[in-house]
């Protein structure tokens, strides 16, 4: 059984930082893709930014120059860097990652960890 489990979210004040993680734990052939995606009250999953096994990147327009998602393949774990933040970028962030072997993949999901920005 593959579980995520994210930290690092809270309350920060607009302009601030805050750096999400997500790790990886169980029985775990092969990490693919990680990504973060973020959740609006009312509204469906939006990606926030992916990074591929080789350390290619993609972001949302809104977040491009501010965020920057990493990864540590050793340790199994992404990481989502978010800086100048707005109060737009309040929602729930949820780490996915993509994994097992080369005929079959699963996409597993984090719990979520609230981001609120506000004065």
């Known amino acids: 059984q593959v579980q995520l489990v994210e930290s690092g979210g809270g309350l920060v004040q607009p302009g601030g930082s805050l750096r999400l993680s997500c790790a990886a734990s169980?029985?775990?052939?092969?990490?693919?893709?990680m990504g973060w995606y973020r959740q609006f009250p009312g509204k469906q999953r939006e990606l926030v930014a992916v990074?591929?096994?080789?350390?290619?990147?993609n972001y949302a327009d809104s977040v491009k120059g501010r965020f920057t998602i990493s990864r540590d393949n050793a340790k199994k774990t992404a990481h989502l860097q978010m800086n100048t933040l707005k109060p737009e970028d309040t929602a729930v962030y949820y780490c996915?990652?993509?994994?097992?072997?080369?005929?079959?993949?699963?996409?597993?999901w984090g719990q979520g960890t609230q981001v609120t920005v506000s004065p």
């Open positions: 990074i591929t096994r080789a350390g290619s990147t």
């Open positions: 169980g029985s775990i052939d092969n990490i693919y893709t």
């Open positions: 996915t990652m993509n994994i097992g072997s080369w005929f079959s993949q699963v996409d597993y």
